[in-house]
């Protein structure tokens, strides 16, 4: 299977920041990769598909880059509502998620 | 406006199995390349994809869960069935279900999701 490492684990951050989240896959997977961002007690919310593609209605300060093995999720200006935790998932091979990583407000 | 609603126990006891139901609107599961997967989330741990199938009744599952897993359909009912047997307490999450995007194998939107129990 392949297993997907998503750094760091968690970050604090304040309003205004740019925040960078890095997944690695063990294997290459192309640009099969997702990010989703995940609320308390909500369900997780499609962000980034095909490694850089928003998905409609994302705000444009979220981005993503990568292919193969190293990707990132880039919040260009934190903003209030971006606290939560994001998860990144590959569709190469079946499906893994990542470990997740938790935004915090510094 | 697409939606998903899962439904099921929220508490199983040891060895039973478990069966949930995921109800679709506002997409037929007829529909060329459409899916739904099973996804869950023991609590404040990371998500875990559990299987998927399509409208061509194309079905995948977890590898370290394949032999627990059965998922099915009833494109009739707009239902997406998933059983799990041998329930066990570290089975205890939140499960979800997810309809697959038609270009790639991400997930939009999801349901709610439903709190399931493993305890004597």
């Known amino acids: 299977d392949i297993q997907m490492t998503q750094s760091p684990s968690s970050v604090s951050a304040s309003v205004g920041d740019r925040v960078t989240i890095t997944c690695r896959a063990s294997?290459?997977?192309?640009?099969?990769l997702a990010w989703y961002q995940q609320k308390p007690g909500k369900a997780p919310k499609l962000l980034i598909y095909a490694a850089s593609s928003l998905q409609s209605g994302v705000p444009s300060r979220f981005s993503g880059s990568g292919s193969g093995t190293d990707f990132t999720l880039t919040i260009s200006s934190l903003q209030p509502e971006d606290f939560a935790t994001y998860y990144c998932q590959q569709a190469n091979t079946l499906i893994t998620f990542g470990g997740g990583t938790k935004v915090e407000i510094k | 406006q697409v939606t998903l609603k899962e439904s099921g126990p929220v508490l199983v006891k040891p060895t039973e199995t478990l069966t949930l139901t995921c109800t679709v609107s506002g997409f037929s599961l007829s529909n060329a390349r459409m899916g739904v997967s099973w996804i869950r989330q023991p609590p404040g741990k990371a998500l875990e994809w559990l299987a998927h199938i399509f409208s061509n009744d194309e079905k995948s599952y977890s590898t370290s869960l394949k032999s627990r897993l059965t998922i099915s359909k009833d494109t009739s009912k707009s239902q997406v069935v998933l059983t799990m047997t041998n329930m066990d307490p570290v089975d205890t999450a939140t499960y979800y279900c997810?309809?697959?995007?038609?270009?790639?194998?991400?997930?939009?939107?999801w349901g709610q999701g439903t709190l399931v129990t493993v305890s004597s």
């Open positions: 997810a309809r697959i995007a038609a270009a790639g194998d991400w997930f939009d939107p």
């Open positions: 294997q290459g997977i192309s640009s099969w």
